[in-house]
């Protein structure tokens, strides 16, 4: 009788557990963003319930006769949903009648990506700034370059061409043909290549900017922070978006966006491509032709497997291919002319006027396979991913309307990387949260630099250097042609522990051994070299109340070194990997009901052998990087947002820096008018001003958005991006003067229907974007030409 009664008992214990199921899904609004804090609570048992991450995504423990779940967030629509399976994902619709009756909403918390788990920006010890979906369409940011001109503090050109990019973070800067001083992070994959910076952004969720070194989590050359780009997930639901786009220049554009299921609550898809042809506004007043013409394609493909509520995988294709003008620089309007005086830095008289029409392709295509999913306590994820890019361009050497010769370049990279991850789940008894990880990388680089002479000129006696009997050499002369290769083994843990419930500590270190190999064609030489570094990262964390943080950290950064083709007077063979410490002070607040968010932060960043580039003007010229010994740059920054009303919202960034060199010399060549390229003088630059180092930084913004009927709306956004003086070179000859752009847009949403009006340097105002001060070489100092007003109109259909 007591067995049977037990058998019962037992039997009756395991009815019980089956009665409960797991069920999970992601909430999001009418556009496709996650509603992080959103209400997910059983219909029949209101006890029973949880809360959406910042994700949108949530997990409940259901009883097995329950049937519906009732979904609520402050301004939606509340929500009863029947539970069909395992996993319910919800679109929720905005509620004007509760926005009207909220006296004024304020800033929404949004997600931080920076230390790979998710965490609020406002409880995240770092400099940080992030916009979501609907910021990034209504400010207008489809680049990088958009993104940063609302940072304090951060700048993004573009000069030559296509690919070569100048991003400068608190004075680190962009070396050309050497590494990205910023890790560029797309759904947990880092770009390989500087180049693909390039990129056209469009289907975004999530755009980060984290300043400071990264490299614990980040890898090698994330010396000056790291920008994470999150992607829209694939939807359960069907949305289609077609977008043209037309303007002045002879821009037209055209773009397709698709999204849904191919199996409901399982398998999704993504699909996304555009094309864009700019005739150009930069005209060449020698030839009569516009220079910076443009066409680009991209295509991205998203598919999503779901396996169950715990697991998943997604494969992403992504490609992009731009064809454009290049190397167009301006320089005297007479190089034969001595008694023109070389060209000043403050000089926009004049446009391109070279006798060559310069061409230029970059193209990029990045796959990549990630599975993640929970264990018993951690989240695992593979990351594995091949990126190739291709860059290339032909065009002036000289930049004159005389017939010297035009030169080449072909920059390659092939990678492939393979990267996991483990990070603690997170809860709020949890005390101590981790994320490990390993990554295996190799990377294949070639670059080359040829030079094609005017046989007119050059074998007819060096009288004729007409454009109209120009006849140029079909084999050039090589002046780089080196295959690298950079094969990357790392380990890196990262943590942080709740001293108190106010108190945080958070420290890591990350391991990474290089290996890099040359082989230089020209010498028919091979050099190799091995380097173990450690990125360590500690910071302090005080939460002195609900909305201020106070913090400390500290942060070793690593640019990579590498090999120059060959070793001249202004280069070795081989330039020293650069490293930082840096140390930083924050604080971040909120007030007002969030209605205001007010941070500020100092730093300070010691340099060990910054890299610099320059180069010796041979037929064909040598490209190569140089070290200077200890550079030191302090600053201060600060961010501020204010919403007005619920229509109406300002930002503003500041930002001063002070880079100066405490350590250097640059050997400078004194007899080049003489095509004498080794007779130089060593010039001591300690205490000159950094080069690239902006000195101060001001963006400051505004949003208005207004509601025309229930599903219409209006909205405008201006933006004025402030950048002050700055150094072209160690000596201090040479500098860009302060100057603003402004921009703006007028977004009208009517239902399924959108117009946008949009216009960039509003004012036409000029500047450099690369300044070359080549005097010192016989030569005359060259300007990069900035992109005049551009005016547009896009209209869209959601279907």
Partial sequence: MKLLLLIILCCGQIVLSQEKRSIGGRITDDLGSPVSGASVMEKLNPKNGTITDFDGSFILQLDENSKELEISSTGFKSKVVAVEGTIVNVSLEQNENELKEVTIKGFGSLASRARVRLQSIQSLPETTVAVNAQTIEANGINNIQTFTSQISNVTFNQAQQPGVNFLTVRGISQIRNGESPVAVVIDGMTLPDASAMNMSLYDLELLEFVKG????????????????????????????????????????????????????????????????????????????????????????????????????????????????????????????????????????????????????????????????????????????????????YIGENDYSQYAFSKVSQDSDSDTFSQEFRLTSKDSKDSKFN????????????????????????YEGGYTDASAANAKYDTKPLVGNNDDNTIRTIAAFVFGDYKITSKLTASAGVRADNDQLENKAHISHTFSKTNIT?????????????????????????????????????????????????????????????????????????????????TFIPLTPSVLGIYNLDKVKISGFESEIKFKATNNLDFFAGLGFNNGKIEKGSYNQLTNAAAFDYKTYKTIDISGNTSPYTIKNTLQVGG????????????????????????FWDSREQYKQEPFTLVNARVNLNLSHFGLTLWANNIFNTKYNPEFFPTAEFGFNNLRFPSTPCTLGLDLSYKF
């Fill in 434 to 457: 981790y994320t490990v990880g390993t990554l295996f990388q190799n990377s294949k680089r070639y670059l080359n630099t040829s030079t094609f002479l005017n046989k007119t000129f």
């Fill in 703 to 726: 949003n208005a958005n207004f509601a025309l009927s229930e599903k219409s709306t209006l909205g405008f956004y201006v933006n004025a991006d402030h950048r002050g003086e700055q």
């Fill in 533 to 613: 570094v450690w990125q360590p990262k500690l910071s302090l964390a005080y939460q002195f109340s609900e909305t201020v943080l106070g913090y400390v950290n500290y942060g070793k950064g690593y640019r990579s070194g590498g090999f120059n083709s060959a070793k001249t007077i202004k280069f070795e063979k081989e330039y020293q990997p650069e490293f930082t410490n840096n140390y930083e002070i924050g604080i971040k607040t909120s007030f007002w009901n969030n209605r205001i968010i007010f941070n500020n932060a100092f730093y300070q960043i010691d340099f060990k052998n910054q890299q610099q580039y």
């Fill in 213 to 392: 070194p990264q490299g614990t989590l980040y890898g090698k050359n994330a010396i000056a922070g790291a920008i994470n780009i999150t992607t829209k997930d694939p939807t359960n639901k069907y949305k289609n978006k077609i977008t043209l786009s037309t303007g002045n220049g002879g821009l037209l554009g055209a773009r397709f966006s698709s999204s849904g299921p191919l199996a409901k609550n399982k398998f999704y898809y993504s699909v996304s491509g555009g094309y864009k042809s700019f005739d150009g506004l930069i005209n060449n007043t020698f030839l009569n032709k516009k220079v910076d013409f443009s066409k680009e394609y991209n295509i991205r493909a998203k598919l999503k497997y779901v396996f169950n509520l715990q697991w998943s995988a997604t494969f992403v294709q992504d490609n992009f291919k731009i064809k454009a003008g290049g190397n167009y620089y301006v320089t005297k309007t007479d190089i034969f002319n001595a008694s023109i005086p070389p060209l000043a830095d403050n000089d926009y008289s004049h446009e391109p006027f070279g006798d060559i029409m310069g061409d230029s392709q970059l193209s990029n295509s990045l796959s990549s396979l990630k599975i993640e999913g929970n264990l018993s306590k951690v989240r695992f994820q593979s990351v594995t991913s091949f990126n190739a890019t291709k860059r290339y």
